[in-house]
T-cell receptor, first 113, second 112 residues
Framework: EADIYQTPRYLVIGTGKKITLECSQT?????MYWYQQDPGMELHLIHY???????EKGDLSSESTVSRIRTEHFPLTLESARPSHTSQYLC????????????FGNGTRLTVT | KQEVTQIPAALSVPEGENLVLNCSFT??????LQWFRQDPGKGLTSLLL?????REQTSGRLNASLDKSSGRSTLYIAASQPGDSATYLC???????????FGGGTRLMVKP
């Protein structure tokens, strides 16, 4: 069963809309991550956080933004969605200790028309 | 920059076969290596984690080995079953333990 939850599971939205993808974890993990994955392709890290009020950019440039106001919550926002944002977005977390196992949510599949 | 490669990209085998999935990485200065399973349209499930000081880890029918000096890891699946069909990804943590680099995955199909 999942201890890290992502909503919505699927989202189809028109160009120009503002969207927020939700991610919550109940494990008390300090570090949280957002990965982007196109179908059949590699995962790319777009954002991560070491804890509350910490946000960092990953190795793949993204027009999205994130916030970390609470330990358990790490939402990702796109101010103006475009078709190029169509992808699967995966949220993950770990304890923050060096190299601790990563736990993933089931992902949000976003389609921008 | 760390690069992780998985070969083969896709594999189809009959049920019951033992099989090996390969993972190679270019920078041997890693903290650990993880193997994940991903079912279609789902997130990733952690299977095994091998610390850089370890040579292998086992969980049920799965055995993962690590040869850090040569930059290679293998995932051995014994007596494969149709339920093993999924994409298997390996990922390495850099030596600082703060950045995980994923391979492109091996898509496995086990036919009944």
């Amino acid at each position: 069963e999942a201890d890290i939850y992502q909503t919505p599971r699927y989202l189809v939205i028109g160009t120009g809309k503002k969207i927020t993808l939700e991610c919550s974890q109940t494990m008390g993990h300090d570090k949280m991550y957002w990965y982007q994955q196109d179908p059949g392709m590699e995962l790319h890290l777009i954002h991560y956080s070491y804890g509350v009020n910490s946000t960092e950019k990953g190795d793949l440039s993204s027009e999205s933004t994130v916030s970390r106001i609470r330990t358990e919550h790490f939402p990702l926002t796109l101010e103006s969605a475009r078709p190029s944002h169509t992808s699967q977005y995966l949220c993950a977390s770990d304890q923050g200790a060096w190299g601790s196992p990563l736990h993933f949510g089931n992902g949000t599949r976003l389609t921008v028309t | 920059k760390q690069e992780v490669t998985q070969i083969p990209a896709a594999l189809s085998v009959p049920e019951g076969e033992n099989l090996v999935l390969n993972c190679s990485f270019t920078d041997s200065a890693i903290y650990n290596l993880q193997w994940f399973r991903q079912d279609p349209g789902k997130g990733l499930t952690s299977l095994l984690l091998i610390q850089s000081s370890q040579r292998e880890q086992t969980s049920g029918r799965l055995n993962a080995s690590l040869d850090k000096s040569s930059g290679r890891s293998t995932l051995y699946i014994a007596a494969s079953q149709p339920g093993d069909s999924a994409t298997y990804l390996c990922a390495v943590y850099n030596n600082a333990g703060n950045m995980l680099t994923f391979g492109g995955g091996t898509r496995l199909m086990v036919k009944p």
